[in-house]
């Protein structure tokens, strides 16, 4: 397969309320299914909400729980990235994310890195232990946060990902945005690699998300950039751009070369 086509779902989760925000999934899969999409992507903590604190431990779920269901069943012939907390066998708790597709869980990631923030994941959260590609539809995924995506090594591991995605719930501070759209755009032609950001949008407790989710190719052009408001939209993408990229700037042989040279424990 040369081109898969991407769903950017960028919504509005209500605050711990997993059953509202569980409809507003299945509304933009559906949305998703009907444009012939490959895979939808969803932001962080997406059936959640954000600013959790003592919610935590009430929205969890484990990762084959019933409530569940209902997305495992919609993932058949769509691969589908979103984020909830995830409870594990030990009682042990994740900003995590599943990537269902034919309705078994294809891809799972847990959040490497917990930010010192207004969110204080560090009190309630776990740390994951590694950062790893997910090979779909021919297409190699990095899946990673956006605090994930700030840290260096995040990109080390992923090296040679086709689609480096970062999911997002980012709370709005100055600068912010303009941070994240740099950032997009410098690994995307460093790693000749597509570059998928999901914010999510909306606010919780006074607290604001502004969105703006966006797309760059592997030549770091961006393509797509949306609202502040809640919205789906949809990008072909496809090999030839990563291999006329690669080609024609090939540093990702570099980072290859110092991957090598230190090699993370």
């Known amino acids: 397969m040369s081109e898969i086509k991407i769903a950017l779902a960028q919504i509005n989760p209500k605050l711990g309320d997993l059953n509202y925000n569980?409809?507003?999934?299945?509304?933009?899969?559906?949305?998703?299914?009907?444009?012939?999409?490959?895979?939808?992507?969803?932001?962080?903590?997406?059936?959640?909400?954000?600013?959790?604190?003592?919610?935590?431990?009430?929205?969890?779920?484990?990762?084959?729980?019933?409530?569940?269901?209902?997305?495992?069943?919609?993932?058949?012939?769509?691969?589908?990235?979103?984020?909830?907390?995830?409870?594990?066998?030990?009682?042990?708790?994740?900003?995590?994310?599943?990537?269902?597709?034919?309705?078994?869980?294809?891809?799972?990631?847990?959040?490497?890195?917990?930010?010192?923030?207004?969110?204080?994941?560090?009190?309630?959260?776990?740390?994951?232990?590694?950062?790893?590609?997910?090979?779909?539809?021919s297409f190699n995924l990095g899946p990673i946060f956006s605090e994930e995506a700030k840290h260096i090594v995040?990109?080390?591991?992923?090296?040679?990902?086709?689609?480096?995605?970062?999911?997002?719930?980012?709370?709005?501070?100055?600068?912010?945005e303009n941070f994240y759209l740099n950032l997009g755009k410098v690994i995307s032609t460093l790693l000749g690699s597509y570059f998928i950001f999901v914010n999510r949008v909306g606010f919780e407790d006074g607290i604001y998300f502004w969105g703006n989710s966006f797309a760059y190719s592997p030549k770091g052009e961006l393509l797509l950039i949306l609202s502040e408001k809640e919205e789906i939209s949809y990008i072909n993408l496809n090999k030839e751009e990563i291999k006329e990229a690669r080609i024609s700037l090939p540093l990702i042989k570099e980072w290859d070369r110092y991957f090598n040279l230190f090699p993370t424990k």
């Open 154 to 176: 995040s990109y080390l591991n992923l090296l040679y990902s086709d689609i480096i995605i970062v999911q997002a719930d980012l709370p709005y501070r100055k600068d912010i």
């Open 22 to 137: 569980l409809e507003k999934h299945k509304e933009f899969i559906l949305d998703a299914k009907t444009n012939e999409a490959d895979l939808i992507i969803f932001p962080e903590k997406s059936l959640t909400g954000s600013y959790l604190k003592d919610l935590t431990y009430e929205v969890a779920l484990k990762e084959d729980s019933s409530f569940l269901l209902d997305l495992y069943e919609l993932s058949q012939d769509i691969g589908i990235l979103f984020g909830f907390v995830e409870e594990s066998k030990n009682f042990e708790y994740f900003s995590s994310s599943l990537l269902l597709f034919n309705k078994k869980i294809f891809f799972k990631h847990r959040k490497v890195f917990l930010p010192s923030n207004i969110f204080n994941e560090k009190i309630f959260l776990k740390e994951g232990n590694t950062l790893e590609k997910a090979e779909f539809l």
